[in-house]
């Protein structure tokens, strides 16, 4: 079946640094994937729809200035999250459809 | 808009059943989704429901009537395995991003 790798699993950054996420799809071209942010004991809220080739689409409320999408390849979308702050800390999830939606195994950011 | 409710917690005892409710508030969508994330893991493609009725998948089923604005998920024969959270989901009719919007999830906690 379709697979998403999703890098890293768990990140510490200092405050103020900016920190890359990769999301790639193994064994399926993903034109579009998408970004979810999972704050503990909440549900996944989107954050923004990655478009390859072209801009992405931020859901009302995330700061496309801060929440950094760029999808240059068929198969990898990267979420840097820039200028970090304690309130970043979050998991983060990727997901791309190919029969189906695929979730990436989410990457746990700390931002101390 | 889309707006999946769901309780917010559900205990159960090991070999029992348990229904996991979701009620929306959406202009149209696809199909009604399932899926179970454990801590710290990525969501895991359960059930789907594309029309109404019952969807049977081993200890797994599935029911939506769009009428009343309403599915469930069934668990039957509680393992300890299957504590984890649940969501329903959906992708909404409108808009070309196919992105999925999840409920506000239910935490299960099976019992041994």
């Known amino acids: 079946g379709a697979v998403v790798s999703q890098h890293p699993s768990r990140v510490i950054c200092k405050s103020g640094t900016s920190v890359k996420i990769e999301c790639r799809s193994l064994d399926f071209q993903a034109t579009t994937m998408f970004w979810y942010r999972q704050f503990p004991k909440q549900s996944l809220m989107l954050m923004a729809t990655?478009?390859?080739?072209?801009?992405?689409?931020?859901e009302q409320g995330v700061e496309k200035d801060k929440f950094l999408i760029n999808h240059a390849s068929l198969t990898l979308s990267t979420l840097t999250v820039t200028s970090a702050h304690p309130e970043d800390s979050s998991f983060y999830i990727c997901?791309?459809?190919?029969?189906?939606?695929?979730f990436g195994s989410g990457t746990r950011l700390t931002v101390v | 808009g889309q707006s999946l409710e769901q309780p917010s917690e559900v205990t159960a005892v090991e070999g029992a059943i348990v229904q996991i409710n979701c009620t929306y508030q959406t202009s149209g969508f696809y199909g009604l989704s399932w899926y179970q994330q454990h801590d710290g893991g990525a969501p895991t493609f359960l059930s789907y429901n594309g029309l109404d009725g019952l969807e049977e998948t081993g200890r797994f089923s599935s029911f939506l009537s769009r009428s009343d604005s309403y599915g469930y998920l069934l668990l039957q024969e509680l393992q300890m395995k299957d504590s984890a959270s649940y969501f329903c989901?959906?992708?909404?009719?409108?808009?070309?991003?196919?992105?999925?919007?999840f409920g506000s999830g239910t935490q299960l906690t099976v019992l041994p």
């Open positions: 990655s478009n390859e080739g072209s801009k992405a689409t931020y």
């Open positions: 989901a959906v992708r909404p009719l409108s808009g070309s991003a196919r992105q999925l919007t």
């Open positions: 997901s791309a459809r190919d029969n189906g939606y695929t």
